[in-house]
Structure formats: structure tokens, C-alpha cells
């Protein structure tokens, strides 16, 4: 089957204008994520570079092109852009204070309610990025055990700080990373010889609590397999660290560790914490509570109020709507839909991970460069996809919008299939 | 002379028991400066917790008593709490977006704006913690130059990030602080020994633009200091980082390295930069951008719009006023107000450092006692001081709240005279 095109793709003037203003101000014009090369954008002026507004389910970019959104913002974006009731709570506290010399005892409120809410919790600790909070981690971990080693899963990343980067990437050292050891995902057997082979030396595993790495297909973790992990850690003296940076919030308001069934020591947690207001968490246990309180740690921002309020207000009605519950109807929706439409035109879409943050892959190149375009296809007509993450789900998001999504989707795996020659 | 207590000093039950929930579910119940032991609150109990509100000058702690604030949040309150400007261009642009998938393309005004400022910018990087600067600044300088040393002013503090703490510090390691060097302030001949003692291995030499320690009278550079470190820089290809995340916005708005009259290769900022909306940025010199651009260093919340609205409006109306000229104005009525106030009843008060960000010592008692103990009776009377770090003036105090401060400062002195048996 062949689709023609009916939608007209969007163009990107404005976009560009400003993206070659941000090139000389700004070191890559866009860092991270968002910028040319990371984003793997093929081809790159197939992407608009700069947004001017976000509401809901969706956002515009500067030359008004609309956006049915399954990045979120790279993950802070849970309930939908400017949540009325996330905004009102902000608002008033805003009118009150935000950062002061003392803090606002609404972080004693957050404290408590995370404690109620993540069932490994017995204490929070706040800051501003999920690195401020899997580098407190591992510190705490040290602290605690007076041991240096970090057992990491390969292909891992935990943030910026130089501890977790790579050996080759630029501006790290050696001794960065000296302590650093690594097993495969879903492998006891590895982690358990890893344990044993440098028994009294090993301060912390530190793992997200399922695979979802970038490139490849993400991997829920087999059954029993962390089970054996909590067992392996309280065998060997090693702290668990959960990073839900990513994860965190949308599988379970208890916790991802809760969602899979053990407690973790330690969980970081950042992005859908506020819906998108500046903050991160460390949660933990109470025997490390001390060695947390131990360490020279802190932040000029790390006790505004206005981003606390935020917060509670995020986690209050995630509660009520119940929000894991939606995500993963929705996100089963959006995977088994992009599936059907790929084979409608003779593609195979291989969707992977958790439905509230799906991977995909289009498994009919293996050069990723068909699926790039695909994702350019659908970029151009109005739904944001990406290339090798996995995407987030928000809580705005219709049945409506996924009928769109599926729509557009549908015509753009016909573009590419007609493109290069695959017949249905 | 003595004087007799005339203003009924403050009590804080409420506080007392925020912070006995705070206690339970965060560790040290609040953790950093504010905290009960690194602030050196004696007595602990003098002291408020937490606050409820601030306004301009001043905050409200939890049991409604009032404080002329001299932190103003440990530096981010530049402009005054709750400026109307800059909430309502924070509030128009959260009615916009904030954190979306694709950044604003009001960070690009940003950038400009700060290129535009800032003299040694020729580019803008942004984050979220001054620490987040100060590390990617490291990062640069070892990329750029592929050496590993760091060259460090003994007395240091350049965030909490595992490379700028210290050895004995709990969690962490000798790899951590492995390449670190140091060297007194203000000591070119120690300088030029360590560059040519470690030729081809030193990234960079990292500084606050002038000493503005703990727990020790704040020292300017000597003149030609800072012409001498940039010709040695220079001699031996090392990268000059200037930390201006605590003296920034409020000596000079073209950086604290045009202050001095020299330019550094990278500068830091955070604090100020936004009047308290989370905000860090790294600016910096053509030849390192390349550098910049090649890490890989992003977070969650690093394109945040809302931030750049409000750096925008406090940039634009720091310079309408010239607040570093009224900073300095009114930090030299403070300091010599409480020498004058202090003189009156037979004590020595030391005031050190900027006007802007002036350090306090009473000289009448080596073990620092006796300085807590006057803190103490100041914020028990609405005047926020702190005990052994500098403080931070914002633009919205007027001569009557100095006015204000000083009789309670008389008063105060007054108190510990007496207490110590100190005859005017």
C-alpha cells in the first residue's frame, strides 16, 4: 500500500533565523538534547529549533507551527504545559516568597509528603538537577560505607557530572572515572561475580529500574531480577540506588522500586517532580539519613519555595487522576497504533519499555538513518517524536490527540516506505 | 557606656516546631548554611527556622516577626524580594512556557544580552547551580587544553561538586581532588612557582574575583594582582576562571573581571543573575567555545524560559539604577555605621570585603563567640546578619532601613559589652 502525502509540511524560517543569532552567542547554538547532533535530526533543517508557547498536550514553535508532544520536555511536562492547577499553586506561593535567607517551611510539607507518598522514603532531600541528586547519592553511599567502587549498568546515564561520564568523552579524567565498574542490564549472575570479585570495596549500585537507555531497545527487567539485586546488596553491603530521574512519576506515584517490587535505598528523582518547575529529590532510608547529613552539600536555589509549592500541587493530582494508571492505557494506545500503521505500509516498528515512556525504532534499517527520516516526516506534520529516546506521556494527552498522532503517522511511514521502495 | 535593652527581642515557637517535623523527614532538618551547625547559630535556639513571606528588604519568619534581611538568600535577592519587574516578566512569560521540548527562543536574548554586558563574553552557557558553571568551566579548560591541574586560592569554595570539596570532607575521594593545587591569594611569586613548577599540566586557575572567604576577614586584590595572574595565564597557556557567582551583578554588570580591570577567560555566575529565579550561566572567551560546544553537559531544566525572562528584567533594571554605584554607597554607610556603633561601647567591629558584600568580625574575642553571640541578639531584633560569611545587599534597602539597622546594632553591642564586662 502507498499513501500520498496530505498534509502539507511545516517550514522552519523563523526557526533558522533564530538558530543561526543563537550560533554565535551560545557554544553549539543549542546545547544537549535539543541541539543538532544529539538530537540526530537528519535532515537538520527538518526541525524547528526554538518554541514560542506550550499548553496542554501541545506546543508552537516560533513560525506557529503546532506540536502534538511526546517529549514533554524531555520528561518534566506530566500533567500537560501550564497545568492550571500546578500554575495557581506556584502563583500564590510566588506572591509570598520564593528563595530567602531562611527557608519556607513549605519544604517541610513536600518532605512529609514525599515521605507518605514513595514507599521506600524515609527522609528527602531537595536540589536542582537529577545530577545534584545521583551525585548526592553516591557520595551518601561513600560516606556510609567508607568504599569508593560504583557499580554502574552498561550503557548508563546518570547525569553530567564528570563521576558519571565516559573515559572518552571531553574534559574527563581518569581519575573521574577510576572507581567505575560496570555489568550488563538484567544480568545477576554478572552483578553477583562483579560483588564478589571486589568484595568490601563496592560503596553503590546505581541503576534506572528498567532499561532505557538511548539507541537501543529499551528492557524491562526480567522477573525476579530485582529481587535478587535487593538481595545481592544487602549480601554484599552495597547501597541501591534507583535513578527515576526519567522514570520516576510515571509508573508508579510510590516510587519505580515500589512499581517493580523492592525498596531501593536510595531514589533520585528530578524532571515530573514539579511539572516542569526547577527541582530535584534524593529519597532514602533511614540508616543513611546521618551520612546524608554528613556531607557538605547545597545550593543557592536549592530551597525556593515557589518550585516546592509547584510540587505538591504535581503530586497531588497525579494522585487524584491517577495518572500511571492513564499513562500506561495511553501509551499502549500510541504503541500498538504506530506498529499497525508501520505494517500498513510494510514497515516494522518496534516499540519498546514502558507505554508511559515508549521507545521506538524502525527496525527496517539497521543504519537508523529510515527512522530519522520517519521522525522527520512526523516532526514536519505536526507530531513531535525523536529519534533514539525513549518519549514521554502527559496526562493532557486525548484519545483525540492519539487518533492525530496515528493519523500522521500513517503518512508518514507511507512517505518513507514509498521513498525507499518497500511495498506493503 | 552601656546601653539598655530597649526593643523586645523576638521568640519562635512556630519555627521551633517546623523544625521538629523538618527534623524527621530531612536530614540536619535543614540542610546547608541554613542549618544549625554550619551557620553557627549560638544559641541555636535564638534563632528563626523559617520563613513566611518577604517583601523588598525584609522577610517574615513563620511566627510573624520581621527581618531588615543583609544575606537576601545567600546572594540571589539583588534587586529587592518579590520585584515587581521582574515578576511580571517572569509571570508573562510563564504564561507562555517554561520548559518545553525545544528551548525559547528568549534564551538567545538572553545570551545577547549577556555578551552584550558582560566584557569578557563573547558567548553564554546556561545551567542551573553556580556549581554547575564552575564545573563545566573546569571541564572546558581540560578539554581545551587536554591537561588535568587545577590550580585552586587556598580557602576555596567553588560549589559542592566532588572536584571542589576537600579530602577530609565525607564522600569524598583522593581521585576527586587528585589534580588540585593551591596557593595563598593575592601571592603572584607562589603563582608563578606553581605554573612553573608544574609547566604544560595546570587547565586552569580558578578565583573569586577577590577573597571573599569564611570565617576570615575578606581581602581585595593588590594592585597589579590581577594584571600579573592574567600575564602569567597567559605565559603558560593556563585558562583564567574568574567564580563570580557570589560577587556578580553587584560590583560591576560587566563582570568582577572588568571590575579589576582585566578580562578572564571564563567567568561563572548564578546568585543574582536572576533575581532569585534558578538560574546559572558560564560566559566566556571566542577560543574556548569550541571546547564548550564538544562536552557533553545538558540538564532537565537548563532551558527553562521563565528564568531567562526574569535575568532579562533584573539585568535591564540593575543597570538602570546602577545598583553596583548604590551598593556601594550604602554598604559603606552599613560598615561604618557598625564600626562607629560598636566603637560606642568599647567594642571593635572589622569590617572587610566590598561594600556590596561586606564581612563582619567583632575583634574583641579570638574564639568567635562573642561575635555569634551579638548575630544573636541582632536577628532577635529584625536585623538579619549573619556569623562568619559575608553578606549581600540588595537595591530596594533605603538609608532608613540602615538607619534601623544601626540602632539596633548600637543596642546590640550594648548587650555584649555588657555581657563581657567591656567598659566603653
Redesign the interface.
Known amino acids: 500500500m502507498t499513501t500520498t502525502s496530505v498534509t502539507k509540511p511545516y517550514t522552519f524560517a523563523k526557526s533558522q533565523a ?1 538558530f543561526a ?2 550560533t ?5 547554538g ?5 541541539g543538532p547532533s ?1 538530537g540526530c535530526y537528519i535532515p537538520n533543517d527538518a526541525f ?7 499548553e496542554g498536550s501541545r ?1 508552537w ?2 513560525d506557529g507551527n503546532e ?1 502534538i ?1 511526546y ?7 506530566v500533567l500537560g ?2 497545568d492550571p492547577d500546578v ?1 495557581a499553586a506556584a ?1 500564590k506561593q ?12 513549605i ?2 510539607d513536600l ?2 509528603l ?2 507518605d507518598t514513595v514507599r521506600s522514603a ?4 531537595f536540589a ?5 541528586a545521583t ?1 548526592l547519592a ?3 553511599a ?2 556510609a560505607t567508607r568504599r ?1 567502587k560504583i557499580v554502574f549498568v552498561k550503557g548508563y546515564y546518570h ?5 558519571t ?1 565516559k573515559l572518552d ?5 581518569e ?2 572515572v ?2 567505575n565498574l560496570d555489568v550488563p542490564w538484567n544480568d545477576l549472575v554478572a552483578l553477583e561475580a562483579m560483588f564478589a570479585a571486589n568484595e568490601g570495596k563496592i560503596a553503590a549500585f546505581i541503576s534506572t529500574p528498567y532499561f532505557h537507555g538511548n539507541f537501543v531497545d529499551n528492557e524491562l527487567p526480567a522477573v525476579g531480577y530485582w529481587r535478587g539485586v535487593r538481595a545481592l546488596c544487602d549480601r554484599y553491603g552495597v547501597v541501591l540506588i534507583v535513578d527515576d ?1 526519567r522514570a520516576g512519576w510515571r509508573l508508579s506515584l510510590a516510587g519505580s522500586d515500589a512499581h517493580y517490587g523492592f525498596e531501593a535505598d536510595l531514589v533520585c528523582f ?2 515530573a517532580i514539579g511539572n ?3 527541582l530535584a529529590a534524593l529519597t532514602g532510608k533511614e540508616w543513611l ?16 519555595a515557589v ?1 516546592f509549592a509547584a510540587s505538591i500541587a504535581t503530586i497531588t493530582k497525579l494522585k487524584e487522576i491517577d495518572a500511571p494508571r492513564q499513562f500506561r492505557a495511553m501509551g499502549a494506545l500510541v504503541m500498538d497504533g504506530l506498529e499497525r500503521a508501520a505494517s500498513d505500509s510494510g514497515l516494522t516498528m518496534i516499540t519498546s519499555g514502558e507505554p508511559a515512556l515508549f521507545y521506538l525504532r524502525l527496525a527496517d534499517d539497521d543504519s537508523l538513518i529510515m527512522h530519522q527520516e520517519w521522525v522527520a516526516e512526523m516532526v514536519q506534520r505536526g507530531v ?1 517524536v525523536t529519534s533514539h529516546h525513549n518519549h514521554f506521556l502527559n496526562a493532557s494527552l486525548t484519545e483525540a490527540d492519539v487518533a492525530r498522532t496515528l493519523e500522521i503517522a500513517h503518512e508518514s511511514f507511507g512517505i518513507i516506505a514509498k521513498r525507499h521502495g518497500v511495498v506493503a
Open positions: 533564530a543569532r543563537a554565535r552567542v551560545i557554544p553549539a543549542i546545547p544537549g538534547h535539543q544529539e524547528p529549533r526554538f518554541s514560542s508557547r506550550a506546543f514553535d516560533v506540536y508532544d517529549m514533554c520536555g524531555y520528561g518534566p511536562n504545559y501550564g500554575d502563583a510566588a506572591r509570598l516568597e520564593d528563595v530567602v535567607t531562611i527557608p519556607s517551611a519544604m517541610v518532605a512529609e514525599l515521605v524515609d527522609w528527602a532531600f536542582k538537577n537529577g545530577g545534584d551525585t553516591i557520595m551518601t561513600r560516606a569508593k547525569g553530567v557530572a564528570p563521576w561520564q568523552y571531553p574534559g574527563v579524567l581519575e573521574d577510576a572507581n530521574v528530578c524532571k516542569g518547575y526547577n539519613k546521618e551520612a546524608v547529613a554528613s556531607l557538605t552539600y547545597t545550593g543557592s536555589y536549592w530551597m525556593s518550585p513531535w
